[in-house]
């Protein structure tokens, strides 16, 4: 997941390969509640992994299930029939209404001393309708702060089921969910029935509910989506396993990158298919229309471009709630104004996202019209109507995921999303998934730092990538590598071996991990590679033209999506010269004497300051004089002397310098 203030991400011309989908959210929280209200064990597979499953995994562990969760798949053993389970709890359920509404209802019926607390958002999403249900069922559930908004203090219930419960529809679908998640608790002697007032909104997110509660023993009468009746002696009795199909509104997101994409070959799309029980996945209908090609079959999709530009669409979203977002995003690429409609329960989602979209898209440079429950979008006149912007994305991951497409632009233009972490909700590694399967418009951005040893460019490299979001390559590593390789081989690392030695650096069976981490052939050297020893080894490699020439791929290869920083002797000169900023970092050999010193004894090696300070200057003098990659600063580096600044400081001016060629 990217945990930077925000993700620049250059402008994409395709997308190519295939993506196995994360698990569907609202599947995972309904199964995961479902197996807490059984009686014995349930293993669910294939679970989403995210900040919204977090929750309600915790709120579980605390009300006294057994929760082993293993990366995606859990085992619940449930609390139905335990008079032991803990009565009291105060659950925080973060900004997850699939955590929050099913719970209070689940917990009301079940009866206790709960609180159930979220965000501040989500102290602001109304739930008045679903309480006002509970109360007259005879639940015992009161506002903490806001009437009609949680925080919510639940006790124990009085429960009335002889009357027909009713619910508001038109709000949010999840407060019928919740009821019918809740009541099968309370079937008893009698049928319960539920009469939904108003319209129902997402109708196929009931479905979902319907189907759920089918796996878990308990059939619903639904008649004309008006009333909902659960059978007497209904009781839930866990299906044993239970897999979890992907979200259909996560493939949205990658369903409108193949119909954007200019390369012929698209997307494939694993974990949904054309027989999938989400109700978003009638997105690609939608998609359709605006001229997606998309293909099908069991729990796979597979989209490529159609009509280009696409086809405008005035369309009734009610249905596809979520996944509409992303054809406002898609409205972008339409050959005239698109009109969503019906599509009021956005503003009572993670954010008010019709004003959220109307803002941002405005920034793009398309014209938008929004009402209380519609959203026009006109895209951008033409190529030069298409402005960079800084997409704000609201602490709301669909933002930040439909954001992301605006990279697509025919302009060129890069598109910055703010706060990217905020896809945690529900797909955390959503960016890397888009990154792996895409290709730059134009060359991926390049960062180059060099200078004298002990400079601290590796530093300040390592500092500006974590930061910016983008890959770091220490260059020098490459070279100890290779040095390491040859010593392995018993071979010497000078010019007699030439052609081998550059063999072996062609070829290099490395690995780089996510911690900094090096494996060299399947061995962890990432402390091998930072002896005195192996420095020197590669100092002398670093010296042969037909080495260097063979690690010239390798280092290219690593400017991959999102972009580089990159730090070593020639990457400004000879390995990128077309990077975007270069700079020349340098420090008063007395100061790097000094820094040295330090680092040698924070590893517990006495040094003498002096030496140090004559072996640097003897280095600067023999690097800058060599006839191989000389240590010289490119001519369009920018020149730092950090000499007076900290480590700190130094990053700020290099993002200053980054931030000054950026166009938003
Ligand atoms: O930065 P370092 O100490 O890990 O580098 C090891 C050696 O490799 C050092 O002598 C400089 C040389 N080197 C090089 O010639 N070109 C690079 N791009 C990186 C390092």
Redesign the pocket.
Known sequence: MFDTAFLDLPALHAVRGTVRLPGSKSISNRVLLLAALCQGRTVVHDLLDADDTQVMLQALRQLGCGVAVEGTRAVIDGIGGRADRPRRADLFLGNAGTAMRPLAAALAVLGGDYTLRGVPRMHERPIGDLVDALQVLGCDVHYEGASGYPPLRIGEPKLRLDQPIAVRGDVSSQFLTALLLALPLAAGEQDIAIDVTGELVSKPYIDITLQLLGRFGVRVRCDGWRRFTIARGAAYQSPGEIHVEGDASSASYFIAAGALSADAGGLKIEGVGADSIQGDVRFVEAARLMGAHIDSGPNWLRARRGAWPLKAIDLDCNHIPDAAMTLAVMALYADGPCTLRNIASWRVKETDRIAALATELRKLGAQVDEGADFLRVTPPADTTAWRAASIHTYDDHRMAMCGALAAFNPAGLPVRIENPRCVGKTFPDYFETLFSLAMSAAAVPVICI?GP?ASG??TLAAAVARRLGYHYL???????LTGLAARARGLEPNATHETMLAKLARQLPTRFGEQGEVWLNGHDVTIA?RTEAA?AD??R???LPTV?QA?LDL?RQAARLPGLVT?????GTV?FPAAQLKVYLTASADQRAERRHKQLLSKGISANIDSLRADLEERDMR?STRT??PLQAAPDALPLDNSTLSIDETVEQVLTWWQDRQPF
């Open positions: 060099d040893t460019k590796g220490d260059s020098g590593a490459l070279y100890r590679i420095g590669a100092s490699l670093s010296t260097r690690l280092q730090d070593g002797r020639d990457m390995i690097d191989a990659a």
